[in-house]
């Protein structure tokens, strides 16, 4: 799953679209925080039936980051959590400050999620002690706002591995924005350090296809367009590659934006598209040799009529290969979806697009 956060700094008609836009990619939640400086209490109040409303509205529940304060300030009791869902609260994922035996208590009436990147087998061994409703708790990592506090990916992966023996069943972790970032430092909110700045799609793929992470949600405050488009063409599988054309072929170049297979017997240095000789009807002036040039890694290749048989198939490089006067380099894919090739396995299907 993949979806969004907002945050009770922002406008209602902002929030408003945080919950439309999860409701169109068919999220079920929201992230957001309900650390309440005494100052804004009267705001939370004030949006809080707001947003239950649109939570109705929307199908979208919301999963809150709470302290024992927060629920206090609210005049919630562990006792009486129901009284939360009148606020589209459906989950609360407990900060420092409360006991295994609270989260085990909580369980049994309303989902709780836990801290993924501080839980210890310890605790799960308490919650389970403590007779939770297993059912209803998730554990979902921090994200980290100050550069360098990041999480590594092997950190992840070894913490996530511990979770799943214990018996949790699912997993969260944040990713940033690329368009506008939250305050105050404004340096993206990821879980991994390595993708504070790098393209959201690869940072989406990298905690889904290797970290066994079940859920995806963008700790910033937005996303442009192009982004939530290509992680949802990826979530129906197709990998979007970007790439910068070589030739001036529009001919050929149309012929090739398009989706396209990986052979099921993957190849080590390269990506062979399975439709390219199979499907595709190539006029004899489009294979002759031109542009046989180094094939760097992520280089779109065409073999050319030098190659007999081979002639007209589409290929991205894995890794860099020399020059081969039987094969012509179109394209390149750009630099910041080359970590995408990695997720392109046999019988993965993928689309090149075109960008200037």
Same mark, same amino acid.
């Given at each position: 799953?993949?979806?969004?956060?907002?945050?009770?700094?922002?406008?209602?008609?902002?929030?408003?679209?945080?919950?439309?836009?999860?409701? =169109?990619?068919?999220? @079920?939640?929201?992230?957001?925080?309900?650390?309440?400086?005494?100052?804004?209490?009267?705001?939370?109040?004030?949006?809080?039936?707001?947003?239950?409303? %649109?939570?109705?509205?929307?199908? #979208? $529940?919301?999963?809150?980051?709470?302290?024992?304060?927060?629920?206090?300030?609210? $005049?919630?009791?562990?006792?009486?959590?129901?009284? %939360?869902?009148?606020?589209?609260?459906?989950?609360?994922?407990?900060?420092? $400050?409360?006991?295994?035996?609270?989260?085990?208590?909580?369980?049994?009436?309303?989902?709780?999620?836990?801290? =993924?990147?501080?839980?210890?087998? &310890?605790?799960?061994?308490?919650?389970?002690?403590?007779?939770?409703?297993?059912?209803?708790? !998730?554990?979902?990592?921090?994200?980290?706002?100050?550069?360098? @506090?990041?999480?590594?990916?092997?950190? #992840?992966?070894?913490?996530?591995?511990?979770?799943? &023996?214990?018996?949790?069943?699912?997993?969260?972790?944040?990713? *940033?924005?690329?368009? !506008?970032?939250?305050? *105050?430092?404004?340096?993206?909110?990821? @879980?991994?350090?390595?993708?504070?700045?790098?393209?959201?799609?690869?940072?989406?793929?990298?905690?889904?296809? +290797?970290?066994?992470?079940?859920?995806?949600?963008? $700790?910033?405050?937005?996303?442009?367009?192009?982004?939530?488009? &290509?992680?949802? !063409?990826?979530?129906?599988?197709?990998?979007?590659?970007?790439?910068?054309?070589?030739?001036?072929?529009?001919?050929?170049?149309?012929?090739?934006?398009?989706?396209?297979?990986?052979?099921?017997?993957?190849?080590?240095? #390269?990506?062979?598209?399975?439709?390219?000789?199979?499907?595709?009807?190539?006029?004899?002036?489009?294979?002759?040799?031109?542009?046989?040039?180094?094939?760097?890694?992520?280089?779109?290749?065409?073999?050319?009529?030098?190659?007999?048989?081979?002639?007209?198939? %589409?290929?991205? @490089?894995?890794?860099?290969?020399?020059?081969?006067?039987?094969?012509?380099?179109?394209?390149?894919?750009?630099?910041? +979806?080359?970590? %995408?090739?990695?997720?392109?396995?046999?019988?993965? &299907?993928?689309?090149?697009?075109? #960008?200037?």
């Amino acid at each position: 799953m993949f979806s969004f956060s907002f945050y009770f700094s922002e406008p209602l008609e902002q929030i408003e679209k945080k919950f439309q836009q999860a409701s =169109a990619h068919g999220c @079920t939640e929201l992230f957001t925080s309900l650390h309440i400086p005494e100052d804004d209490l009267d705001k939370y109040h004030q949006k809080l039936p707001r947003i239950g409303e %649109l939570a109705k509205r929307c199908g #979208v $529940g919301v999963v809150a980051d709470v302290t024992p304060s927060s629920l206090t300030k609210l $005049g919630i009791s562990g006792e009486r959590l129901s009284a %939360l869902r009148g606020w589209g609260i459906s989950g609360l994922r407990l900060d420092d $400050g409360f006991s295994m035996k609270e989260a085990a208590h909580y369980s049994h009436q309303i989902k709780v999620v836990l801290n =993924a990147s501080t839980l210890t087998e &310890r605790e799960c061994d308490e919650l389970a002690a403590c007779s939770a409703n297993w059912g209803r708790i !998730e554990a979902w990592h921090n994200f980290y706002p100050r550069p360098e @506090t990041g999480l590594s990916k092997e950190t #992840v992966i070894q913490k996530n591995q511990i979770l799943r &023996r214990k018996g949790i069943r699912t997993i969260a972790a944040f990713i *940033p924005g690329n368009k !506008e970032k939250r305050g *105050p430092l404004h340096q993206g909110l990821p @879980t991994l350090e390595a993708h504070r700045h790098m393209d959201p799609l690869c940072a989406y793929a990298e905690l889904v296809r +290797d970290c066994d992470v079940d859920k995806v949600f963008i $700790g910033d405050f937005s996303m442009t367009d192009e982004a939530l488009m &290509r992680i949802k !063409e990826f979530q129906d599988g197709i990998i979007p590659l970007r790439y910068r054309p070589l030739v001036k072929q529009r001919e050929l170049l149309s012929m090739v934006e398009t989706a396209h297979t990986n052979r099921r017997d993957a190849a080590r240095d #390269v990506i062979r598209s399975l439709e390219s000789r199979l499907s595709f009807l190539w006029p004899k002036h489009l294979l002759a040799p031109a542009c046989t040039i180094e094939r760097q890694k992520g280089s779109v290749t065409i073999d050319n009529v030098r190659y007999g048989r081979y002639a007209g198939e %589409l290929q991205i @490089t894995l890794t860099d290969l020399p020059a081969d006067d039987k094969v012509n380099v179109i394209g390149r894919i750009i630099e910041d +979806d080359l970590p %995408l090739l990695a997720y392109v396995g046999g019988g993965q &299907r993928f689309r090149l697009v075109q #960008v200037i």
